[in-house]
T-cell receptor, first 113, second 114 residues
Framework: AQTVTQSQPEMSVQEAETVTLSCTYD???????LFWYKQPPSRQMILVIR??????QNATENRFSVNFQKAAKSFSLKISDSQLGDAAMYFC??????????FGTGTRLTIIP | DAGVIQSPRHEVTEMGQEVTLRCKPI?????LFWYRQTMMRGLELLIY????????DSGMPEDRFSAKMPNASFSTLKIQPSEPRDSAVYFC????????????FGDGTRLSIL
């Protein structure tokens, strides 16, 4: 069984500042994939970034980057230069072999103008 | 390119009625997933298909729920009879199976059972 834990139910950050969202996971698989999805109030589920477990290099997508620590089973998301449009629920998720995604409980991010 | 298309966007019905949710995956995607989102349980998989064949339906709550994928471009999730505890947002997602491509989600159906 796989589990994903997001220990921060809510986070807030000043606009233009940097914020880090935490995620830890557990799996017995050696080859798996990690994702961060964003869910704004419109309820769409939008893929933010993904990381292959076999890659040591941390993934980066513009202002979004991850800190992937495989031994510690940690996968945090860093958002730089936070913008008002970043306000949303952020879900960490895990899967392997193109099977189901296992999601964390989410972190609600508020951007303070 | 068109994304995953779900219909209806909202559904309000009385308990005991049959509910049918529909999903059109992205063209060329051969894996399709149905998820349910509730405040209590978060996001959880109900069932998924590879090449139109159901692979894992262990998340389907009970016999009142059924899902079909008659062809590569259409899937349905049916609840009969519906109950108030079925109220949730139901998401459909699709992906290419090869290379573990990420899942792309539809906009979801918000279902309210009165």
């Amino acid at each position: 069984a796989q589990t994903v834990t997001q220990s921060q139910p809510e986070m807030s950050v000043q606009e233009a500042e940097t914020v880090t969202l935490s995620c830890t996971y557990d799996t017995s698989e050696s080859d798996y994939y990690l994702f961060w999805y964003k869910q704004p109030p419109s309820r769409q589920m939008i893929l933010v970034i993904r990381q292959e477990a076999y890659k040591q290099q941390n993934a980066t997508e513009n202002r979004f980057s991850v800190n992937f620590q495989k031994a510690a089973k940690s996968f945090s998301l860093k958002i730089s230069d936070s913008q008002l449009g970043d306000a949303a629920m952020y879900f960490c998720a895990l899967n392997f072999g193109n099977e189901k995604l296992t999601f964390g409980t989410g972190t609600r991010l508020t951007i303070i103008p | 390119d068109a994304g995953v298309i779900q219909s209806p966007r909202h559904e309000v019905t009385e308990m005991g009625q049959e509910v049918t949710l529909r999903c059109k995956p992205i063209s060329g995607h051969n894996s399709l997933f149905w998820y349910r989102q509730t405040m209590m349980r978060g996001l959880e998989l109900l069932i998924y298909f590879n090449n139109n064949v159901p692979i894992d339906d262990s998340g389907m709550p009970e016999d009142r729920f059924s899902a079909k994928m008659p062809n590569a471009s259409f899937s349905t999730l049916k609840i009969q009879p519906s109950e108030p505890r079925d109220s949730a947002v139901y998401f459909c997602a699709s992906s290419r199976r090869q290379g573990n491509q990420p899942q792309h989600f539809g906009d979801g159906t918000r279902l309210s059972i009165l």
